[in-house]
């Protein structure tokens, strides 16, 4: 499921500001990209987010702003500018230059000024990204449940339609075996005329077709699914992958019944349970 969620605190060593986004993705995918003095702390941040969240492609983008109290006083290299001020002065008096050498052209050539830029302490450092990343993370989750709730309520409006579907299904095939018995008594009587034929061998043909035919397991089954897969959405953990198995087992029984039955009214009926097993599914993939 997509979401997005950002965070900002301040801390001792600057200003952290945090940014979650995810989309939908069978697996769970962390791209995590931190600022120079945090980046130690990745596996910190993967460790804490996998233990929160198990599918999706999730971008993680960790920004420090550095205030001056993070800072040391900048440093002046006077080696470098002595030898800069030399040079240049003896530049000058060769080529015969105008014009007054400033302090100010001094200071930004190479290796004359560098900051000091204390390293942070990490472990001091990680409680407050931690925060930033669990504020974060709680608005990314709130967009994401929001999103699981309108696909749950399209699920189950799909599911009542499987179920009817089923029920006619079933209804369908109580007169499968009364219509298949008048058609081949038809076609015997077409055949044979008036000659006798053998009540015996045409009934354990009938019974054989209804034996053959018989799908009231395969349906049970089917809506026993449909159940545990209502039950699986009500659950609070995260429930992608037994919604998946589940459909896998509905789309068997709803092949086997279609293999079972060649009425007209069932294998159409079989066909509309198949194109919304497979709406669902996709939906599915979505789900954490």
Request: aromatic share 4%.
């Amino acid at each position: 499921m997509t979401g997005f969620g950002r965070a900002e605190l301040q801390s001792p060593i600057g200003r952290i500001g945090v940014e979650l986004s995810g989309v939908n993705s069978r697996f769970l995918e962390l791209g995590i990209r931190l600022p120079r003095p945090l980046a130690a702390l990745e596996p910190n941040v993967r460790e804490y987010l996998t233990a929160a969240i198990s599918r999706g492609k999730i971008s993680v983008y960790v920004n420090l702003s550095e205030t001056e109290d993070t800072w040391n006083d900048t440093l002046i290299n006077k080696a470098a500018l002595k030898a800069y001020l030399r040079q240049l002065k003896e530049i000058k008096s060769e080529l015969k230059l105008a014009g007054e050498i400033e302090l100010s052209d001094l200071l930004q050539l190479p290796e004359v000024t560098r900051a000091e830029r204390p390293e942070p302490d990490l472990k001091s450092a990680w409680p407050h990204l931690q925060k930033a990343l669990d504020k974060a993370l709680k608005a990314m989750l709130a967009m994401r449940l929001r999103e699981g709730r309108a696909l749950a309520a399209d699920m189950k409006r799909r599911l009542k339609k499987m179920s009817e579907l089923v029920g006619e299904i079933e209804q369908a095939s109580k007169g499968s075996v009364a219509t298949y018995r008048a058609k081949l008594a038809a076609r015997i009587q077409e055949l044979l005329g008036s000659v006798n034929h053998d009540s015996v061998r045409l009934e354990e043909e009938i019974a054989y077709f209804a034996e053959r035919t018989d799908i009231a397991e395969e349906c049970t089954r089917f809506k026993s699914h449909v159940q545990q897969f209502l039950q699986a959405l009500k659950q609070p953990e995260a429930a992608g992958r037994r919604l998946n198995f589940i459909l896998q087992e509905m789309n068997r029984e709803a092949n086997t019944i279609g293999a079972k039955v060649a009425d007209f009214e069932i294998a159409a009926a079989v066909i509309s349970l198949k194109e919304e097993i497979e709406k669902i599914r996709e939906q599915v993939q979505n789900v954490e």
